[in-house]
């Protein structure tokens, strides 16, 4: 019996575990191959990502594999995008997402550097808006290679949240830091986790209760 218990605990952790449910991904390979390398990329008036991510109050560039520029992206994937578009004004990445109260949510990206092509570092602003407001700054050196980061938000009330990336370097020098493989996933709820503890507890008890008879 006790046996059962712990199998079917674990069996519910392993499904909570595997249940984590993507809510937004982007990796910039369809933009990339639909558009190429593309300077001053932006979602007005015609370019858009799969995604929905948008642009606005400024540009991104769109970075392609093979580009003239040296740029690598993230594992060597087709496509990513420098922050700080070629017009002398970082644009504003963002998405609007439905999000649900209560829920916990891990954002994760790839970040790097400029890659050498100038020595000055960057400032990345990147947050949740209403969740309350959640934002954070990371700086990364202009030689420094594609690190993931992670955040994890937890959200106060149903209602639509956005998304944002944002690239706090000088803007006049077009030269900014490389993002790719954005995603952000619904962490699973840990009742699992409560029903395999209190099945260890349980085999606990029952072997002091032996050991006293």
Do not use: H, W
Request: contains cysteine; aromatic residues 10%; glycine residues 14%.
């Amino acid at each position: 019996m006790i046996r059962t218990v712990l199998a079917a605990a674990a069996l519910a952790v392993a499904a909570s575990a595997a249940g984590a449910a993507t809510v937004f991904s982007e990796d910039f390979d369809d933009e990339a191959l639909a558009y190429g390398t593309q300077l001053n990329f932006t979602t007005d008036p015609g370019e858009v990502f799969s995604s929905g991510f948008r642009v606005r109050n400024g540009t991104v560039d769109l970075i392609a594999a093979g580009n003239p520029f040296g740029i690598a992206c993230a594992g060597g994937s087709m496509g990513c995008l420098d922050l700080n578009g070629s017009t002398g004004d970082n644009g504003l990445l963002f998405t609007n997402l439905g999000l649900v109260a209560g829920q916990t949510y891990e954002l994760s990206f790839s970040l790097s550097g400029n890659q050498g092509r100038n020595t000055r570092n960057d400032t990345v602003g990147y947050g949740l808006l209403r969740v309350p407001t959640a934002s954070y700054l990371e700086t990364v050196r202009f030689d420094e290679g594609f690190a993931t980061y992670t955040q994890t938000f937890r959200v106060a009330a149903d209602g639509t949240y956005t998304l944002f990336f944002k690239n706090g370097g000088p803007d006049s020098d077009n030269i900014g830091a490389i993002l790719d493989n954005v995603a952000l996933a619904a962490v699973p709820l840990p009742a699992a986790g409560f029903l395999l503890l209190g099945a260890i507890g349980g085999l606990a008890a029952l072997r002091r209760r032996r050991a006293a008879a």
